[in-house]
T-cell receptor, first 117, second 112 residues
């Protein structure tokens, strides 16, 4: 099976712009989670989608949003970019059953490195 | 504050030695997972241990879980230079919802 893919791999934006990142999960995986990784804050959970519904959400402002399509592909959007949004954004997919959150093994993509100037 | 806290923050050993990393957490958990990350890249899942398990093995990896002490350890035996990476523990709480969080990680350097 192909792994989790994320596009683009690198992105440079300026403050105030908005950005959309894409994630294609492993075939058959219905849960997609997004994380932000920075040197200062480490890995922080953004949100999780399952069957096109946001099921879990971390403590990020409303500028961070996402969605999931019927084929489980997911996008996340950050509006009005700030310098502090510079980070590695990681997407992870997992096989999920029942009503549990991201409690199973997660498979991570290579990440999108976002730089905000 | 983060749920999982790894200890030590950094560890440097010689090839062939064993490496032990510890993770402490604060609230009850459904499971605890260990991940590896090579510099600036995606994470790779290593082991998942459920709250009713005490020990799991996978190749050269051994994970223990002590729910009474709210701690876990990851042991890598006979380390190799290729084991050089950051190692993270991640905890999933009993509650349906928000708490799937990673610790700050242990940076392991294995010297040839």
């Amino acid at each position: 099976k192909a792994g989790v893919t994320q596009t683009p791999r690198y992105l440079i934006k300026t403050r105030g712009q908005q950005v959309t990142l894409s994630c294609s999960p492993i075939s058959g995986h219905r849960s997609v989670s997004w994380y932000q990784q920075t040197p200062g804050q480490g890995l922080q959970f953004l949100f999780e989608y399952f069957s096109e519904t946001q099921r879990n959400k971390g403590n990020f402002p409303g500028r961070f949003s996402g969605r999931q399509f019927s084929n489980s592909r997911s996008e996340m959007n950050v509006s009005t970019l700030e310098l502090g949004d510079s980070a590695l954004y990681l997407c992870a997919s997992s096989v999920n059953s029942g009503t549990s959150g991201p409690y199973n093994e997660q498979f991570f993509g290579p990440g999108t490195r976002l730089t905000v100037l | 504050s983060q749920q999982g806290e790894e200890d030590p923050q950094a560890l440097s050993i010689q090839e062939g030695e064993n490496a032990t990393m510890n993770c402490s957490y604060k609230t009850s958990i459904n499971n605890l997972q260990w991940y590896r990350q090579n510099s600036g890249r995606g994470l790779v899942h290593l082991i998942l241990i459920r709250s009713n398990e005490r020990e799991k093995h996978s190749g050269r990896l051994r994970v223990t879980l002590d729910t009474s002490k709210k701690s876990s350890s990851l042991l890598i035996t006979a380390s190799r230079a290729a084991d050089t990476a950051s190692y993270f523990c991640a905890t999933a709480s009993d509650n349906y919802g928000q708490n799937f969080v990673f610790g700050p990680g242990t940076r392991l350097s294995v010297l040839p």
